[in-house]
């Protein structure tokens, strides 16, 4: 039996687009449902490294960016938001570090110099050393420059519980989701057995959307994936680091974040050049290898001996780019009542609700009267990839 469900806004897609704009939209008054097919948070979401960027590693090749301008205002946003002074109230997620560092093993000067000329680090990057550097640095034997960004790392999976926890009755498990029309109109979406009405219907699931644009029998917007080959160690000598780690080129040679294991451990989460292109290209045991052997090399005093390592393969779904460039800013485009994008970074979530919320003020849809949901059946959180990989 299908039962009618009357909301302002249908959400498609649980990860962090979804559950930012759900929060956002229901303290502006209006009623929401967002729908979920797996695991809230287990497409990209929880599998991020949690770095709210503020357009440091894209200066790194000397230019103010498109991407640098428009991510600055990034952290501060979320550090409102954490203090429960900004547009979504994340009193109490668990912020894993406070800064993110630049970390110059060797002798790049050069990429340096033209980095700390860019316009867009000016008064963000100070140099530390001795016991300010982050824990796994701090040994007799390391050598090289460290640098504090102003950028901040989260406990992801922390953060999409208190999403969850702020859509409170609006979020809804369902595995088949289909358009309703009535007289060629977008009426809302049938959710297995429900039928939703909303005014607006916003897809926002990621890699999904790809699929969920064919059921719209929509041909646009065009996705890109860009996949990445990521590495995970857990162990007991391992300590927290949470650092781009400057190779010759633009990109950093690997990018490396920490993360509390259930059993007491640290986990570090390694990305950058490393987990890219030829990283993709390698096996599981090649890449973890070369995890190895990166590690190694730069932090030669780490004992390995109890550590575990495991890698995992996933896709960063954004809109289409010229030559899979990465895209600068969160995207959202409409077909009539139904609203499509990708956030397109974690960091860019605040950026995606901003241009939601604009075509729904140009378009003067209001909040209606409020709803109240019956017991639906609710999405499960995602668990993290170093909680499932080593069992
Ligand atoms: P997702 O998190 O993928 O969520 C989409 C949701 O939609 C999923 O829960 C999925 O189950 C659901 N869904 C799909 N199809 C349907 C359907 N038909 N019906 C219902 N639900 C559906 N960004 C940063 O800012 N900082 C970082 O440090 C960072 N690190 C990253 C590291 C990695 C390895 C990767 C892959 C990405 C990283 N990113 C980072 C990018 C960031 O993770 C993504 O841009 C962001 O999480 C995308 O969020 P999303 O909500 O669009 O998608």
């Not at 485009?333 to 140009?362: C, H, N, S, Y």
């Amino acid at each position: 039996m299908s039962l009618t469900l009357n909301t302002d806004i249908a959400i498609i897609g649980g990860g962090i687009a979804g559950l930012w704009l759900n929060a956002q939209l229901r303290q502006r008054g209006f009623n929401t449902l967002l729908i979920e097919h797996n695991t809230l948070g287990g497409g990209q979401s929880v599998k991020s490294q949690g770095i709210i960027h503020g357009g440091a590693k894209y200066a790194l090749h000397g230019a103010l960016t498109g991407s640098s301008e428009a991510i600055a205002d990034m952290p501060k946003r979320w550090r409102q938001a954490l203090a429960g002074a900004g547009e979504v109230d994340l009193t109490g997620v668990r912020v894993l570090s406070d800064a993110h560092y630049l970390w110059s093993p060797g002798s790049i000067a050069g990429n340096l110099t033209s980095f700390f000329a860019s316009k867009a680090m000016r008064g963000r990057v100070d140099q530390v050393k001795g016991q300010d550097l982050p824990p796994a640095l701090q040994h007799k034997d390391f050598k090289g420059r460290v640098y504090r960004l102003a950028e901040l790392v989260l406990d992801v999976p922390n953060l999409i519980e208190r999403l969850a926890k702020l859509a409170d009755d609006s979020l809804l498990h369902a595995q088949k989701i289909t358009p309703r029309y009535q007289d060629g109109q977008l009426l809302g979406v049938q959710a297995d057995a429900y039928s939703i009405n909303a005014q607006r219907v916003v897809c926002c699931a990621g890699r999904g959307n790809q699929d969920l644009l064919k059921a719209f029998d929509l041909t646009q917007p065009e996705q890109q994936l860009r996949p990445l080959h990521m590495v995970v160690a857990k162990g007991p000598a391992l300590l927290p680091l949470y650092a781009h780690c400057l190779g010759g080129g633009s990109k950093p040679r690997v990018t490396v974040t920490t993360h509390p294991t259930a059993d007491g451990q640290w986990a570090w989460y390694l990305g950058g050049n490393l987990a890219e292109a030829d990283g993709v290209a390698r096996s599981e045991t090649e890449q973890i290898k070369a995890a190895q052997a990166e590690m190694a090399q730069l932090l030669p005093w780490v004992e390995h001996r109890n550590t575990q390592w495991a890698t995992l393969r996933v896709d960063r779904a954004e809109p289409v780019q010229s030559g899979l460039a990465r895209p600068d800013n969160a995207f959202v485009t409409e077909q009539g009542k139904l609203l499509i994008g990708w956030p397109t970074k974690l960091a860019l979530a605040p950026d995606f609700t901003d241009r939601v919320l604009k075509l729904l003020a140009r378009d003067h849809i209001q909040p209606s009267a409020t709803q109240n949901y019956p017991d639906l059946p609710r999405p499960r959180i995602a668990s993290p990839v170093w909680e499932t990989l080593f069992n």
